[in-house]
């Protein structure tokens, strides 16, 4: 039988992960041994620890603790007093007293389905960061009102007006090959990455835009991704330009522009560039061309692996995309960190044919505006292809409401009507983003997604009131995302494991057994936090509120006599995590 050891040190934080663990989803936790906090469990818990025959001791009223078993449930609500008693030695847990502490805080029950204030917190959750008492409050009046006010906004309350600039030019002073940055010039670097991806996190977790937030990361990171290793000091140059890249590329022509305005800003982008080592493609008579760019175009960002092209198209971009570069600022007249075309080593003397999207392109010559007009021609032909108009659609539906929307009919049809409004548009995002949004699916609480991890921990330092404290706090607070929280959770800041960026259908991805304990682990973390800034109530309502199914409203028996426990509860509840229907 497994077993689980209590420790006797009151600085642990850790609780095992099955309490707010379904057994009849996740089996295997409950058969894994992890640390316990026994005066974070409640007093009913303790109560049916000690009726199995458990032996605990405690630091004072040894003897009131061991009147627990034979407490009604309504005298062990009542007894607080006893709710916080510490463990002073080791004791284990059985199997069944590990299925009853699972049961005893959330259980199987998934959202309420009930109207109003109900509706408001699953929609926080599924379109932003979780809700803060404003949201709610402008939710409560209209719901469809509150996100689409955030997709006909001129002025968002992100981007470069809150301090986010290019990095490229910063990037060529130190050097025209990655391997000869020295030490301080590496250091150099990476200081002004953390202050980029501070100030991105502070951004995130104060918007009072989510879910146009929520919209950029889904092009920046899933539609069209830049990935960071922080492996060389290449991976630098590509991180430091990883928050401009979607602060200056997506958020001003995600409401304002088309698919082909963004396909062909990445192509000239650093960051992109450097991901896909598009900076050393060149063209030699005789050889293939660096395919890499093409083939990811094709496959990833806009028709997909069954757009009908073949390897006589990939060639044809390939060598199409020869020479790219970005100018370096020690160079004379360069117009540092500006795109460029070197037409030394471009194929400026060769025609270049793509085949399934009935392209003949003459060869440019020596002249750079031709070839970038060429660059120009094929991505409009791209976005504007029939295959990248439904990919769109369906990642978009994929990101908010299902793993897999081709497998409902209701949802495959939608997927089916954002291709038509995309294509009556020319490409155009923001209709389609509206037809998304005025659709009865996007606001059926039946589709239901596991949040991604950054999404989650967003949400917990949105929710718990930990932004704002102060630029020193909040700059402390966010480099540990950084560096620790966001890694520990699987998920590092713009690290993307694929060059799909981070998947919209791989939801158990975020909820194997190893990875529940890391969600209980940083709950703990910053539970503590949390309740000293608010009340566990507070937060319980924040969080869930009518929202909370029958399971998770057990949490409220204890949110007075052990806030902290009940606070990581709510985090680890099904409507904050779980989110059932598609696993």
Excluded at 176 to 182: H, I, K
Excluded at 271 to 284: E, N
Aim: proline share 5%; aromatic share 10%; hydrophobic share 40%.
């Amino acid at each position: 039988m497994a077993q689980v050891i209590i420790p006797s040190s009151e600085e642990t934080m850790y609780r095992k992960a099955e309490l707010s663990t379904r057994a009849d989803r996740l089996p295997a936790v409950a058969k894994t041994a992890a640390p316990l906090k026994l005066d974070m469990i409640p007093l009913q818990a303790k109560a049916a620890m000690l009726r199995d025959g458990m032996q605990i001791k405690t630091r004072r009223n040894q003897a009131a603790l061991q009147k627990l078993p034979q407490m009604s449930p309504a005298q062990l609500k009542a007894s607080s007093d006893l709710s916080k008693e510490p463990v002073k030695r080791q004791g284990r847990l059985s199997q069944s007293q590990k299925e009853f502490l699972m049961t005893s805080l959330v259980g199987a029950s998934g959202g309420s389905q009930s109207v109003g204030d109900a509706t408001s917190v699953m929609l926080a959750h599924r379109f932003g960061f979780m809700p803060r008492a404003e949201e709610l409050d402008a939710m409560r009046r209209s719901a469809k009102k509150w996100i689409l006010d955030q997709l006909n906004s001129t002025a968002l309350d992100f981007g470069m007006q809150n301090g986010f600039k290019s990095m490229e030019q910063m990037i060529y002073e130190f050097s025209a090959v990655a391997g000869n940055l020295n030490a301080p010039a590496r250091a150099q670097i990476m200081a002004s990455y953390m202050n980029e991806s501070i100030l991105y996190q502070m951004v995130k977790a104060k918007t009072k835009q989510p879910v146009a937030f929520r919209l950029a990361e889904f092009l920046a990171e899933s539609c069209i991704p830049v990935r960071f290793h922080r492996t060389t000091p290449q991976d630098y140059w590509i991180a430091m330009s990883a928050s401009a890249y979607m602060m200056e590329i997506f958020v001003p022509l995600m409401f304002a522009g088309t698919y082909a305005d963004i396909l062909k800003k990445t192509v000239r982008s650093l960051g992109h560039m450097f991901d896909l080592d598009g900076q050393f493609s060149r063209y030699t008579v005789g050889q293939l061309s660096l395919q890499n760019y093409a083939r990811e175009l094709l496959e990833l960002h806009t028709v997909g692996v069954d757009g009908g092209y073949g390897q006589a198209d990939i060639e044809g971009l390939a060598d199409l995309f020869t020479g790219l570069r970005i100018s370096r600022t020690h160079l004379p007249n360069s117009g540092g960190g500006k795109f460029y075309v070197d037409l030394r080593y471009h194929a400026y003397n060769k025609a270049k044919t793509v085949p399934f999207l009935g392209l003949h392109l003459p060869a440019p010559g020596w002249n750079e505006a031709n070839v970038e007009a060429q660059i120009d021609t094929v991505m409009e032909a791209l976005a504007r292809h029939p295959k990248t108009a439904r990919r769109f659609g369906l990642k978009l539906v994929q990101y908010f409401l299902h793993d897999n929307p081709d497998s409902v009919a209701e949802l495959r049809l939608l997927v089916d009507q954002l291709r038509d409004v995309y294509l009556q548009n020319g490409g155009r995002l923001l209709p389609v983003f509206k037809t998304f949004f005025e659709s009865a699916p996007a606001y059926r609480p039946t589709y239901q997604k596991t949040p991604q991890p950054q999404n989650w921990l967003t949400g917990l330092i949105r929710a718990g009131g930990l932004s704002g404290r102060g630029s020193l706090e909040d700059g402390i607070l966010f480099a540990n995302v950084i560096e620790n929280y966001l890694p520990m959770l699987n998920q590092p800041f713009k690290s993307c494991p694929t060059p799909e960026g981070w998947l919209l259908n791989d939801g158990k991805r975020y909820l194997n057994d190893a990875q529940i304990t890391q969600y209980f682990k940083m709950a703990s973390m910053l539970a503590p936090s949390i309740a000293a800034k608010m009340s566990a109530t507070d937060f319980y309502n924040r969080v869930l509120g009518a929202y909370a199914g029958p399971s998770s409203r057990s949490i409220l028996g204890y949110v007075a006599s052990e806030p902290v426990t009940a606070i990581i509860a709510t985090a680890l509840s099904p409507e904050a995590l779980y989110k059932g229907s598609t696993l």
